[in-house]
């Protein structure tokens, strides 16, 4: 049985044709509709409202170049949030360890580096990095003098404020805690496990290091994660095909407000030549001549004549004729 598909036009249904619209969908550039299922449309439509006020289109032609300039701006920001997630994809490789790895700490801390350790943007209160700084002294003295203890409970006094710190880090994610319910002394519990006790010692003190050093490593740190960066994104084709994307889509919407804005200024061009044609001005009838104010005392009057002077000059011209 032979089954002919040329006759299929795809589907008939609005949310059919809404389904396949999105067909072959990978970087939302060459979607045939504006808007992408997971976007908001109540943003899509703010959006061509404050285009369409800041442009304000006064015929068709100009709604519909608008409407192109709103759509391309959009699919601009979208592009530009997906090249975004793509340079975290490549950050989310470098972890804190990778990172101390690549600058050089020290061996010894590099296992405890801390998430904050990829944030080169974090910032420290000053009071929390002078109660550090005095814990971390209280852990180097420790270190140097009382390391190996067979019970931290004989000990744990002469350096109060790194216990109570450490206390207060472990608290959410050991059990039981480091010290009894009335912080009169550590739980038996790790006071039968000194090395369990005298490991998480490490941990704390490792973590006070990276905070009071952090601002020393700032700059490090932001070197390091560039080379990373760049050595990546050079052997990963998508992040120029995503950069590239998003300055072809920035072209593209200023070419339409170059061609928005010529548009309007020929508009107005035409529209000041008709005007300037249909106001026409009234002419100067007395243009050319010079016209000469006299006083009315200085004007002369006129000679008055006799009537038998004009009966005279009557018979002379009869004779004539």
Known sequence: MTIHYQGQTGPKSAAGKRI?????????????????????????????????????????????????????????????????????????????????????????????????LVTPNHRFGRAILKQSRQRHQQYLHLQQNVRGVANYNMVWRSYPEFFQGMHQWFANTISPRIFMSNNQGIEIHWQNRPKDLEAMIVEYGSHLWYVTHFDELRAKIRTWMAIWFFLKGRHSHEVEMYDEIVLRERRSCQLLLDSF??????????????????????????????????????IPEPKKRSAKNEMANLEDESSTS
């Open 20 to 116: 396949a619209s999105l067909n072959a969908l990978r970087t939302g550039l060459f979607a045939k509709t504006p808007l992408l299922p997971f976007e908001d449309e109540a943003r899509y439509k703010q959006h061509i409202k404050l285009v369409w006020q800041s442009l304000k289109p006064e015929d068709a032609v100009q709604v519909q170049l608008v409407q192109q300039i709103a759509d391309s701006m959009w699919r601009g920001m979208r592009q530009e949030l997906r090249a975004a997630l793509h340079r975290e994809e490549i950050f989310k490789q470098l972890t804190p360890r990778i990172l101390a790895g690549l600058m050089s700490i020290d061996e010894s801390l590099v296992p405890y580096a801390p998430p904050f």
């Open 261 to 298: 804005f010529k548009m309007r200024k020929s508009q107005m061009d035409h529209a000041l030549m008709m005007d300037s044609r249909l106001s026409l001005a009234l002419p100067n009838t007395l243009e050319g001549i010079d016209v000469t104010v006299m006083n009315p005392a200085e």
